[in-house]
């Protein structure tokens, strides 16, 4: 039995550990300028783990095997101070070390206003979409009222016609971004709270009704990424998808003044 | 642990007793007086941890209920008309009526204990002489009742007070919590008057004085806290309006 | 003698209503808190094997059921939620076993108020009764998930189920609160006061610590769930706005609400929340502590730290409550203090481990059904303990939140190492309840294919977090990415049907062996606390009218010098060095 017991366990351990090794499923490509730290965090995070994982359950494994009942005496201890005292620091130490490591990524990248000159967009969520608002050449957004919310008449975001600000607002149901430029981006929820994630750049943030969410993050590779809701928000949840565009400068500047141009 | 103690031959010991359970051994027989009153110390202390306790939640709900006052009171949304955070809260105007029904509430609360401290005394002597002493007549539960009662119904005159000028719970968020405090600690004090009624029906009764004595002091706790906790409301609903 | 004197013991009841339903003795309703569990387990399974289905083969008809629409998927797995955290680990292991054997492991004839623990059960009954008519009610069931978090549990049109159903949720955890607070009054005063002569706190087995604690957890925790499900009804019913800001629009109607906070829900309930997770999961801690001991034939390797460690966790277990909403848009410099918190706790719960281990090191292990669902204990809480530090780091959390990650997370610790503690405690402590043996064959297999089976569900899912896949989706077929991840998904699927499957052999084992299994002695796994020392199952009053007086701690095994492999904690004799603690 104890066998058996070693041999499953060890078996889980082992088949585990190498898909996470292997890298079957992992994250996915990352293109934004802090996911290197990210990742290079999330390796070491993953590497120290690996080895208390494996040396756990292995040892696990090992002890219920080798201790087994061959009719041997117990050894009668009530413990070890100085080992508690022992393992006790270095698992501190560990953990303490990985998460100042961490830190210093989280305050790099939350601490820090966006930097001048940062495209600015506005993401509203609603059930169950996305939309995009860029405040156009003045730089300023219109301002919104709940009741001229209205997709179906091309104003998902309520913008108020009165306000000249608004004149300007390109909104679209696609998020398009020059590459390695960085964006300041407002998240707003027009019902429940929503959550825009973007694996590819590492970002995520909810979107909560009530409140205006600065964030900001930089793309550094073009492509296609798919942008997903990651808090519950109803029945459509699953379906709350948009996409981000990263596109050249020139190629943004196009298509922003083709928008801007729709509207005249 | 390993302790260093030499090697000790098997044999019969004194138990080493820890530092709980350690109590007076029971005294065996004859001392029946001695032993109820060991006994009625032992229940009443069981019950003042377990009122100890009970009330720990309590006191939870109300430090659940005032960080949410704080919060709210302090925290603004988004108004895109404005372009700025918006704070909704309007100081609410306290209805006077609050001051009576506190002073009826701490009065209530000294004639519980009066009637409390009247009764431990009648049963100290009762088992001090082993006599039975006449089923008490004092009036301190049966004030304390009233004053209680009179609390509540002043509460309930205050909020109609507040409805006959429109503000309702919903109408602003500190009448809101105006309703949720006072009616939350009304409930509770509710729950501590029909105790109350209990233990006076059952001076009346039969029901051996002991008994009755444990309800009146586990309730007088229980009103006394509800008289404090009152108290931190009122406070907390004056000095941050 | 004293004890039987000062607790007002109810003489043996007669009659089949005072005996088995309205029973003031705890034995009894420790086992009521059981079936309870029992059968919402069941259910809690169930709603979760046709979340498994419909994710895997959406469209398919199933029969008396018919189709599983996507506001049904979110029904079920709000509910799943619920009932498992709250009617199944925050019932069986503390309501169940505790109520069982705090008592008699200290020494008591019974509880310290037997009629409030009466109605501490029945207060949990009406609970489940509550939150079972959700799913009956116009609308259904809720869809808000087991956190509720608001304006989405708010507003009774942000989906089906959010009227009448949503109502009904509340009240359930309500009442289920004012059960908890209940019963936790009563475990704590017991432990304090109704202790045997001679069991100091020191002394005390690590089940009853556990359980003392957890009670403790229960009282400062519940009365803030209870708060936030009083504000929750007012916004949804009273027009209130606690919770709820201004200007919202919801399916195109504006919605008359203004200045609350969503924020303001989130930190109430995980306030309430985390602490939960450790009422879960220390009990099971206290029984794996108990079972490696007594089948290893050692003394729990560091007895004091063990306890210390329990009290750390719980202590810490209320400062890190903000973990769960690093990207919920709280402050960042919040986030940054409550992960040096989320980190420190990784701590103490290390300590168990490495106890653990230190435990059965240089032992003489037994391999019986119990001990087999402790070392299970082990290696789940390893690994599912593991993802911990990686959610704790705000950065990381980024791309981790609201993933199958946290699902995996949270499931290896609660959804399996919870219940292999449960189970653990059944096979263990089933001969002293019922006076029989389970089937240790049966019993053996169940443990593997429970566990091999509870890998190959949860393992995976670490996997698809990974990759970026978000949860709470009812359908996997819209966002492009996920279709690679299909794969993975029927495998989990596929291991849940047998998984859950394995469970009946539990529920056959468990009941035959009520009636039909080997009768047990008084001490079959011959250990040393104090229910090893009454009849299977005990009378009325536990000890037969006479106190037992402690002369040792819980975990004397092969003593130096001692006659047997063991040392009961009533023995009067002392043995050896080392054995006078």
């Known amino acids: ?264 | ?241 | 003698m004293a004890t039987s004197e000062q607790v007002h013991v109810h003489p043996a009841p007669t009659g089949f209503i005072r005996k088995y339903v309205f029973s003031l003795d705890h034995k009894v309703i420790g086992l009521q808190y059981y079936f309870l569990a029992l059968f919402s387990v069941f259910l809690g399974m169930g709603l979760s094997l046709l979340m498994r289905i419909h994710l895997v083969w959406p469209e398919a008809h199933l029969p008396i059921f018919g189709d599983i629409k996507p506001e049904t998927y979110l029904a079920l797995l709000t509910m799943h939620g619920t009932f498992m955290v709250f009617f199944v680990l925050t019932t069986a292991p503390q309501g169940g076993f505790g109520n069982y054997m705090l008592p008699i492991q200290i020494g008591a004839p019974d509880m310290a108020f037997p009629v409030l623990n009466m109605l501490s059960f029945w207060t949990t009954f009406l609970a489940l009764v509550v939150m079972v008519a959700a799913f009956f009610v116009t609308g259904g069931a809720p869809l808000h998930g087991w956190t509720g978090y608001a304006p989405l549990s708010a507003l009774q049109s942000s989906g089906p189920g959010e009227g009448l159903g949503a109502d009904l949720w509340i009240t359930s955890i309500a009442l289920f609160c004012v059960a908890s607070m209940m019963g936790a009054l009563n475990f704590i005063t017991t432990t304090l006061d109704l202790r045997a002569r001679g069991m100091s706190l020191m002394r005390m087995p690590l089940t009853t610590w556990t359980w003392f604690v957890t009670a403790i957890l229960g009282l400062l925790a519940f009365g803030v769930l209870l708060a936030a499900g009083i504000l929750l009804l007012l916004d949804r019913n009273a027009g209130t706005s606690f919770f709820v800001p201004g200007g919202l629009v919801l399916s195109g109607q504006i919605i008359n609400h203004k200045g609350g906070s969503p924020l303001l829900w989130q930190h109430l309930f995980w306030f309430f929340g985390h602490p939960e997770v450790y009422i879960a999961i220390l009990p099971g801690m206290g029984v794996c502590s108990q079972l490696l001991s007594t089948f290893s034939r050692k003394p729990i390797f560091g007895y004091k730290a063990m306890v210390y460690a329990v009290l750390a966790i719980g202590v810490l277990g209320f400062l890190v409550w903000g973990h769960h909403m690093f990207m919920s848009g709280m402050s960042p410099y919040s986030a940054f203090a409550f992960s040096y918190m989320t980190m420190a706790i990784g701590v103490p719960s290390a300590i168990k481990t490495f106890n653990w281990l230190g435990t059965i090191w240089r032992g003489r292990v037994r391999f019986t059904t119990p001990m087999l669902y402790a070392i299970g204990f082990v290696s789940l809480f390893v690994t599912g303990g593991l993802s911990g530090p990686f959610l704790a780091q705000p950065a990381l959390d980024i791309p981790l939140h609201d993933t199958y990650f946290v699902v995996a997370h949270f499931h290896l610790i609660m959804g399996v190492a919870a219940i292999f503690g449960i189970f653990a405690a059944t096979y263990y402590w089933f001969p002293k309840m019922f006076g029989r043996m389970m089937n240790d064959g049966l019993g053996k297999i169940h443990f593997f294919l429970t566990f091999i089976g509870a890998y190959a569900i949860f393992m995976p899912m670490h996997y698809l977090g990974l990759a970026g896949h978000p949860r709470r989706y009812s359908q996997l077929t819209e966002v492009s990415y996920l279709h690679g991840l299909m794969p993975l998904q029927h495998f989990i699927t596929i291991a849940a049907f047998i998984t859950i499957g394995a469970q009946f052999l539990f529920l056959i084992n468990l009941f035959w062996s009520m009636f039909k299994g080997p009768k047990a002695p008084i001490n079959p796994w011959e250990a040393t606390t104090l229910e090893w020392t009454v009849p299977s199952p005990p009378p009325h009053d536990n000890f037969g009218g006479k106190t037992p007086v402690v002369y040792h701690g819980p975990y004397e095994y092969s003593v130096p010098g001692a006659p047997q492999d063991f040392v009961m904690q009533n023995d009067p004799k002392q043995y050896g060095e080392g054995a006078a603690h």
């Not at chain 2, 029946?32 to 202390?45: E, I, V």
């Open chain 1, 1 to 264: 039995m104890g066998l058996v017991l070693l041999v499953v366990i060890w078996l889980i351990t082992l088949v585990s550990s190498y898909f996470f090794y292997a890298h079957t499923w992992w994250l996915p490509h990352a293109a934004s300028a802090a996911a290197p730290a990210i990742d290079r965090q999330f390796d070491l995070t993953f590497v120290l783990m690996g080895i208390v994982f494996l040396a756990a359950q292995l040892g696990l494994g090992l002890f219920v095997w080798r201790y087994r009942d061959r009719g041997q005496k117990a050894h009668f201890s009530h413990g070890n101070n100085t080992l508690e005292f022992t393992w006790t620091t270095l698992t501190a130490i560990l953990f303490l070390g990985l998460v100042m490591a961490s830190n210093r990524i989280w305050a790099e990248q939350r601490f820090t206003p966006p930097q001048p000159g940062a495209i600015q967009v506005e993401a509203t969520g609603l059930q169950f979409a996305w939309y995009f608002r860029y405040p156009g050449p003045d730089g300023q957004y219109g301002r919104t009222k709940p009741e001229l919310e209205d997709a179906s008449v091309g104003n998902a975001v309520g913008i108020d016609d009165a306000d000249p600000a608004g004149k300007d607002d390109v909104v679209s149901g696609v998020m398009v971004l020059p590459v390695n430029r960085q964006v300041d981006l407002t998240l707003r929820s027009q019902d429940v709270i929503h959550s825009l994630f973007i694996p590819a750049m590492r970002f995520k943030q909810d979107a909560v009704p009530g409140l205006m969410i600065h964030m900001h993050f930089t793309p550094t590779q073009t492509g296609d990424y798919e942008i997903a809701c990651a808090e519950l928000c109803g029945l459509g949840h699953y379906k709350m998808h948009a996409v981000l565009k990263v596109v050249s400068e020139q190629d943004f500047a196009k298509w922003l003044a083709e928008r801007e141009a729709e509207k005249q």
């Open chain 2, 1 to 241: 642990m390993a302790t260093l103690t030499p090697p000790i031959a098997i044999d019969e010991r004194e138990p080493k007793l820890g530092e709980r359970g350690a109590g007076r051994p029971p005294q065996e027989g004859g001392d029946g007086g001695h032993l109820a009153l060991t006994d009625f110390r032992r229940r009443l202390r069981r019950y003042r941890i377990g009122l100890m306790a009970g009330l720990t939640p309590v006191l939870m709900l109300f430090v659940a209920f005032t960080s949410a006052y704080i919060v709210r009171q302090n925290l603004g949304t988004w108004d895109d008309a404005t372009k700025a955070y918006a704070l909704d809260w309007r100081a609410l105007s306290l209805p006077a009526l609050l001051w009576l029904n506190t002073a009826l509430l701490l009065a209530s609360s000294a004639t519980l204990e009066l009637g409390r401290r009247s009764l431990a005394a009648q049963f100290a002597a009762e088992s001090r002489w082993l006599v039975q002493a006449r089923a008490s007549r004092s009036p301190w539960l049966a004030l304390t009742l009233v004053l209680g009662a009179g609390f509540l119904l002043g509460q309930w005159l205050a909020w109609r007070g507040l409805q006959a000028q429109g503000v309702y719970i919903a109408s602003n968020p500190s009448s809101s919590f105006f309703y949720l405090l006072t009616g939350t600690h009304a409930a509770h004090l509710l729950g501590g008057v029909l105790a109350l009624a209990y233990a006076a029906l059952t001076a009346w009764g039969r029901a051996p004085l002991a008994r009755r004595l444990i309800v009146v002091d586990v309730t007088s706790w229980y009103w006394h806290f509800m008289a404090l906790l009152w108290v931190y409301i009122f406070a907390l609903l004056h000095v941050l309006r």
